[in-house]
C-alpha cells in the first residue's frame, strides 16, 4: 500500500468542517483512479485543516473508494494565531505518523506540499519522495530566498509528477523520472441540463481569494452584453466569498451581463453544472514567472465537460498538449478577455473530448511506465 500525503478533507465527517480546494480533491481522485487501475492501493493521509473554531478532532479513518483515508487529529482555534497553532499540530502529528509507520526505500506521494517536517522526517527513515508539483510558490510571489529554500527541498525529491513541461524545466535537468499531468483527462458522462434561456453562460469554477481569478471573473461582466451570464462556483475562507457577492451584487447594479455565485460544487453536481455552461474561463496573470510556475487545471476540467475554454496567455498552456483546444486572450484584464469571449464562434465544430479521451490512455501508459522506474 502507497502512503498518499494530501489535503482532501473528508466525505464522512461532515462536521469536522475540514478546509480544502475541490480542484485539488477533483485531480487527486482522477491520480487515485488510474493508480487503482494499475493495482495499487492507497493509504490517504490528509492535511486538512478545520474552519472550526473550537473543539478538538480525532483521528480519523474512512474508505475512499477502496483505498483508505486518514485525516490527521488537530484542536480548532477561533484566532488567527491559533488556525497556524492548528496547523503546526497537523504537521507535528504527521512528523511522527511518518517516523513510526514509513521504511527505508518506501515509496511515499507528496502533493504539492513543501514542508520541511515532511523533509526531516525523509532524513530519520530514508523513503522516497514522489512529489507532485503543481507550481513553484515564490515564482508567485518574487520572493527569492524562499524559491530557494522551495527548490532545495523540491530537488531532494526521487520522483516528479508536474503540472507542466515549462515547470520541469525550471525545477532543472536533474535526470530523474517524471510524469506531465495537467489535470483530470477522464471524459465526464453528457447531461441534459443545458441551459435553455437564449443566453451564453461563462463559468469559472476554481479558488476564490480577494482579489484574484474569481474576482477578476466577475469584473468581465462590466464588458459584456445581455446575452451573456457569468457563474461563479468557488471554495475559500467565509471572509473572502462574503466580498465577493459584496463585488457581484455592486457589478449587477449597473452591467447588462448578470453574475451569479453559484456556491461549492463537486463531483457529478459540478460536472453537471459546467456541462449547463458554454464556456469556461481562466483569468490569471500573464507576467512570465507567474505563467511558467503554474498551470491551472481547471483547463482541463473544463474541456472533460466539453466546455469552450479562455484563458490569460501562458506560454507554459500553449506549448502543452491542450494549448491547441484553448483560446487566448493577451491578458488577465477584464476588457481584453471580454474581447476574446465574443470573438468565439459558438457554432464552429468543436470536440475537447475526444483529445481529452486519447490524453487519458497516454497518461495511463506515462504513469503505468513512470511508476515502474
Known amino acids: 500500500m502507497i502512503k498518499f500525503i494530501v489535503t482532501i478533507g473528508t466525505n464522512k465527517y461532515k462536521k469536522d468542517n475540514r478546509y480544502y480546494a475541490v480542484?485539488?480533491?477533483?485531480?487527486?481522485?482522477?491520480?487515485?483512479?488510474?493508480?487503482?487501475?494499475?493495482?495499487?492501493?492507497?493509504?490517504?493521509?490528509?492535511?486538512?485543516?478545520?474552519?472550526?473554531?473550537?473543539?478538538?478532532?480525532?483521528?480519523?479513518?474512512?474508505?475512499?473508494?477502496?483505498?483508505?483515508?486518514?485525516?490527521?487529529?488537530?484542536?480548532?482555534?477561533?484566532?488567527?494565531?491559533?488556525?497556524?497553532?492548528?496547523?503546526?499540530?497537523?504537521?507535528?502529528?504527521?512528523?511522527?505518523?511518518?517516523?513510526?509507520?514509513?521504511?527505508?526505500?518506501?515509496?511515499?506521494?507528496?502533493?504539492?506540499?513543501?514542508?520541511?517536517?515532511?523533509?526531516?522526517?525523509?532524513?530519520?527513515?530514508?523513503?522516497?519522495i514522489i512529489l507532485e508539483v503543481e507550481e513553484i510558490y515564490s515564482d508567485l510571489t518574487g520572493n527569492k530566498t524562499k524559491r530557494k529554500k522551495e527548490m532545495q527541498y523540491i530537488k531532494n525529491a526521487s520522483k516528479y509528477i508536474v503540472a507542466s513541461e515549462k515547470i520541469n524545466n525550471l525545477i532543472g535537468n536533474l535526470n530523474k523520472p517524471y510524469c506531465i499531468f495537467n489535470g483530470r483527462y477522464d471524459v465526464f458522462k453528457k447531461t441534459n441540463s443545458a441551459f435553455n434561456d437564449g443566453k451564453i453562460h461563462i463559468v469559472y469554477a476554481g479558488s476564490i481569494y480577494y482579489n484574484l481569478v474569481a474576482f477578476t471573473s466577475v469584473e468581465i461582466a462590466k464588458y459584456l452584453s445581455d446575452k451573456y451570464v457569468i457563474h461563479i462556483i468557488g471554495w475559500g475562507l467565509d471572509k473572502d466569498i462574503n466580498l465577493l457577492k459584496t463585488r457581484i451584487a455592486?457589478?449587477?447594479?449597473?452591467?447588462?451581463?448578470?453574475?451569479?455565485?453559484?456556491?461549492?460544487?463537486?463531483?457529478?453536481?459540478l460536472s453537471e453544472f459546467l456541462q449547463s455552461c458554454h464556456i469556461g474561463i481562466s483569468p490569471q496573470r500573464t507576467d512570465e514567472e507567474f505563467a511558467n510556475a503554474c498551470f491551472p487545471s481547471k483547463l482541463s476540467?473544463?474541456?472533460?465537460?466539453?466546455?469552450?475554454?479562455?484563458?490569460?496567455?501562458?506560454?507554459?498552456?500553449?506549448?502543452?498538449?491542450?494549448?491547441?483546444?484553448?483560446?487566448?486572450?493577451?491578458?488577465s484584464d477584464p476588457i481584453e478577455f471580454a474581447k476574446e469571449i465574443q470573438s468565439l464562434n459558438l457554432n464552429d465544430k468543436y470536440d475537447s473530448m475526444k483529445m481529452i479521451k486519447n490524453l487519458d490512455a497516454r497518461f495511463y501508459d506515462d504513469l503505468y511506465n513512470f511508476m515502474r522506474e
Open 301 to 331: 476540467l473544463y474541456l472533460s465537460n466539453g466546455l469552450r475554454v479562455v484563458a490569460s496567455y501562458s506560454r507554459a498552456v500553449e506549448e502543452s498538449i491542450l494549448g491547441s483546444l484553448i483560446d487566448f486572450s493577451p491578458s
Open 23 to 128: 480542484s485539488v480533491k477533483n485531480k487527486v481522485e482522477y491520480l487515485i483512479e488510474k493508480l487503482n487501475e494499475m493495482d495499487y492501493r492507497l493509504e490517504i493521509v490528509s492535511c486538512a485543516p478545520s474552519k472550526n473554531t473550537f473543539g478538538f478532532l480525532p483521528r480519523r479513518k474512512e474508505d475512499f473508494n477502496g483505498n483508505v483515508l486518514i485525516n490527521t487529529p488537530t484542536f480548532c482555534f477561533p484566532t488567527r494565531l491559533g488556525q497556524k497553532i492548528q496547523k503546526l499540530l497537523i504537521y507535528i502529528w504527521l512528523f511522527f505518523y511518518l517516523v513510526f509507520n514509513t521504511n527505508r526505500n518506501e515509496d511515499i506521494i507528496v502533493y504539492h506540499q513543501y514542508n520541511p517536517i515532511i523533509k526531516l522526517a525523509q532524513k530519520i527513515k530514508k523513503f522516497n
Open 250 to 269: 455592486e457589478i449587477n447594479k449597473t452591467a447588462k451581463c448578470r453574475v451569479e455565485y453559484n456556491g461549492m460544487l463537486s463531483g457529478n453536481r
